[in-house]
T-cell receptor, first 119, second 109 residues
Framework: DGGITQSPKYLFRKEGQNVTLSCEQNLNHDAMYWYRQDPGQGLRLIYYSQIVNDFQKGDIAEGYSVSREKKESFPLTVTSAQKNPTAFYLC??????????????????FGPGTRLTVL | RKEVEQDPGPFNVPEGATVAFNCTYSNSASQSFFWYRQDCRKEPKLLMSVYSSGNEDGRFTAQLNRASQYISLLIRDSKLSDSATYLCVVSTNAGKSTFGDGTTLTVKP
């Protein structure tokens, strides 16, 4: 079955530690995204990548880092510089919009998320 | 002002009611528009893409007004299972998507 997976589902971290969240997709999608969601709020974009070995900062990139060495994988590292890391982290992937199409489609498919708690 | 704004609700409606959600966006370069559904403590899932001509999928109708930078979602004959948070999403051709904060719907028997 094609899909997008995230691990672990729940993660506990001590203050001051770096932690890496995994995201893998076998949908052959070019684009991948990381979002953060806080209770009662929408999703905020951390980083996104449209092609291997390239990625762009989103709206709240400070304190986070990513890599895109393979098309299938887009791990997110939450560093100790992130002041308030406790949140629900969602990874998504999408095919790129169709160049020249009348309407571009880049529907995103989400993984089940990782709940990070800093103790 | 947020790039994508939604009425947070909550909307509490009886079964069988018709309910409408609105969403406004500020980036005129936006090209793709979607409604996602998110259940409590779960990931968002695509409900509908929103096309310029408007589109319908069963009890759900989505409309886009590019001139007013406004999209809407209409749910007819509400079911208990429609209770969820509905997220408006706007994307540019550069691949960046912006999510609204969501509108919470509770359908009651």
């Amino acid at each position: 079955d094609g899909g997008i997976t995230q691990s672990p589902k729940y993660l506990f971290r001590k203050e001051g530690q770096n932690v890496t969240l995994s995201c893998e997709q076998n949908l052959n999608h070019d684009a991948m995204y990381w979002y953060r969601q806080d209770p009662g709020q929408g999703l905020r974009l951390i980083y996104y990548s449209q092609i291997v070995n390239d990625f762009q900062k989103g709206d709240i990139a400070e304190g986070y880092s990513v890599s895109r060495e393979k098309k299938e994988s887009f791990p997110l590292t939450v560093t100790s510089a992130q002041k308030n890391p406790t949140a629900f982290y969602l990874c998504a992937s999408s095919p790129l919009g169709l160049a020249g199409a009348r309407e571009a489609y880049n529907e995103q498919f989400f993984g089940p998320g990782t709940r990070l708690t800093v103790l | 002002r947020k790039e994508v704004e939604q009425d947070p609700g909550p909307f509490n409606v009886p079964e069988g009611a018709t309910v409408a959600f609105n969403c406004t966006y500020s980036n005129s370069a936006s090209q793709s528009f979607f409604w996602y559904r998110q259940d409590c403590r779960k990931e968002p899932k695509l409900l509908m893409s929103v096309y310029s001509s408007g589109n319908e999928d069963g009890r759900f109708t989505a409309q886009l007004n590019r001139a007013s930078q406004y999209i809407s979602l209409l749910i007819r004959d509400s079911k208990l299972s429609d209770s969820a948070t509905y997220l408006c999403v706007v994307s540019t051709n550069a691949g960046k998507s912006t999510f609204g904060d969501g509108t919470t719907l509770t359908v009651k028997p």
